[in-house]
């Protein structure tokens, strides 16, 4: 499947806004334009509109990509990813492909943190310099 650049940064902003504040997620047509046109762990920058974002989650429901729920006490639509269902990734797997999607390839020249940012991996064993509780996922806490 071939996304353009701009669905690629809108499904990589839902992927990293799922993991990261699960407890906004979904995300209002607001809150993911400004997780799209934020500077911060972004290559490029971009500067997008909700009327432009609205398009794009169109694109992307008619992929199979993305949904737009609505009721159960929310005042407008909310926007998810279903990447995990369509593709049959896991929660590694999908931490990889936001990092890719919104900050391209690593390369040596250039610093980025890891996925591992996103999703730690449970087999790692906490050092000295290590924080023993890195509050990702929720509830894992040692």
């Known amino acids: 499947m071939d996304l353009n650049s701009e669905q690629a940064r809108v499904i990589g902003?839902?992927?990293?806004?799922?993991?990261?504040t699960p407890d906004?997620?979904?995300l209002s047509s607001n809150a993911l334009t400004n997780a799209c046109n934020q500077s911060s762990n972004r290559d490029p920058v971009v500067d997008y509109s909700e009327r432009e974002i609205d398009a794009l989650m169109i694109e992307l429901?008619?992929?199979t990509l993305a949904r737009t729920v609505t009721g159960s006490g929310h005042r407008v639509g909310k926007h998810k990813h279903v990447v995990d269902e369509s593709l049959g990734l896991d929660g590694h797997e999908l931490a990889v492909l936001a990092v890719l999607l919104l900050r391209g390839p690593r390369r040596e020249t250039k610093s980025s943190p890891a996925p591992s940012a996103m999703r730690p991996?449970?087999?790692?064993t906490p050092t000295?310099?290590?924080p023993?509780?890195?509050g990702w996922p929720p509830g894992t806490n040692r």
Request: hydrophobic share 20%; net charge neutral.
């Open 24 to 26: 906004s997620y979904p």
């Open 13 to 20: 902003s839902l992927i990293e806004k799922a993991e990261t």
């Open 121 to 124: 991996d449970p087999r790692a």
């Open 61 to 63: 429901r008619e992929l």
């Open 128 to 130: 000295p310099s290590t």
């Open 132 to 134: 023993r509780s890195t």
